[in-house]
């Protein structure tokens, strides 16, 4: 099967750096980034900076390394961090938060992946005799695990406010925080306005092959500079990164807007067939999240058939699968992933047909 007859729905990190991008990174003007010479990172994170309103922003390889940076910087040994129960930070970072910060996440159920005040409040520590203190709270928006769903403005608003008030720090994974500022139509600088820090991803929905920025106060920033030489992070001549993470920022917000799209067409074909629970109306951005177990199978059977019609797409536990639209696949490569999906699905129904 040749490469282009895949349609990959894995995840938004699957995408390509287009032309204009691979142009830039072979014309970047490079120089050695630990010693701050190269012109091409200085300019991506200064754009960051502006783009977020916020003082400074350090470039990093990784979503991870910046949210390990985003909560070692607002914290110290032995102190709690309130998450969502899902959220990127405790459940695929290998307890990142625990072997680099050393502090606990408390965690917070929810249905949509939006903690509120309410509950944060009741889920703080004061530092005791028998307690950790609260130090930090972490947002992700838009949340992965929970569909790609986007925090309401005046929600954020409140969380930091009242963190604030406490001398809480707040800090966001906004992996995706493009995707929720285009679902909100608002801005990712309104968005994070009370925020301390937020980390983003250049190599996800925007479309970039590598990297991530934090996005701080210049103190907090200086210091993650070094937290992230101390991880291994200090990468030379990354402006050739850099350079194609210039294009990501500038060109790929204003489109994001057509893979939501995609995502909520795709959730709507998948909806109607038999043996999947899916409901199409909490589709925010471009993450489907479904149930199969009305199919009898596992997800890594359904992936497994889906690959050989070439549509990769896996379950993100043995019930639901995950699929994420993105810059590399078309309106009508999701219509098509759909029927490929709907004929699959026919033949798992037939074959449990007892004869
Ligand atoms: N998410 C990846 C996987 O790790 C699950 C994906 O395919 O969605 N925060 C959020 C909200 C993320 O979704 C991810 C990556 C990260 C942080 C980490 O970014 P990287 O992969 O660059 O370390």
């Known amino acids: 099967m040749s490469e282009n007859e895949i349609i990959d729905l894995r995840s938004d990190t699957v995408t390509r750096p287009d032309a204009k991008m691979r142009a830039a990174m072979a014309n970047a003007e490079v120089g050695d980034d630990v010693y701050g010479e190269d012109p091409t990172v200085n300019r991506l994170e200064e754009r960051a900076a502006a783009i977020f309103g916020k003082e400074a922003a ?28 899902h959220c990127h930070l405790v459940d695929w970072e290998l307890s990142m938060m625990a072997w680099f910060a050393g502090c606990t996440p408390r965690v917070i159920p929810t249905d949509n992946g939006v903690m509120s005040w309410k509950q944060i409040a009741g889920s703080l520590r004061v530092k005791g005799p028998h307690n950790a203190p609260t130090t930090l709270i972490a947002l992700e928006n838009t949340h992965n695990m929970a569909g790609g769903t986007v925090y309401p403005q005046e929600t954020i608003d409140e969380i930091c406010h009242e963190a604030h008030q406490r001398g809480l720090r707040v800090h966001m994974d906004g992996a995706r925080v493009f995707n929720a500022a285009a679902a909100l139509n608002s801005t990712v600088d309104r ?29 907090a920033i200086a210091e993650s500079r070094l937290f992230r030489k101390r991880l291994g992070g200090g990468m030379r001549q990354a402006g050739v990164l850099a350079a194609a993470g210039l294009i990501a920022l500038e060109d790929s917000p204003s489109v994001l807007a057509e893979d939501h799209a995609n995502a909520r067409l795709l959730a709507q074909r998948l909806a109607e067939l038999p043996g999947i629970r899916l409901d199409p109306s909490r589709v925010q951005t471009n993450i489907v999240i479904f149930d199969i177990s009305g199919l009898g199978i596992i997800t890594a059977e359904l992936s497994r058939d889906l690959q050989t019609r070439g549509i990769l797409a896996n379950g993100i536990d043995a019930t639901r699968m995950r699929m994420l639209t993105h810059r590399d696949v078309t309106r009508d490569q999701c219509l098509r992933a759909a029927s490929i999906f709907a004929e699959v699905v026919g033949e798992k129904s037939l074959a449990s047909i007892p004869v």
């Open 58 to 85: 350090l470039f990093v390889p990784t979503g991870t390394m910046g949210n390990t940076i985003g909560v070692k910087v607002h914290t110290k040994h032995g102190e709690e961090v309130i998450c969502e129960a």
């Open 191 to 219: 968005i994070t306005r009370g925020v301390d820090s937020v980390m983003f991803c250049l190599s996800k929905a925007l479309g970039a092959p590598v990297g991530s920025l934090l996005v701080g106060t210049a103190e």
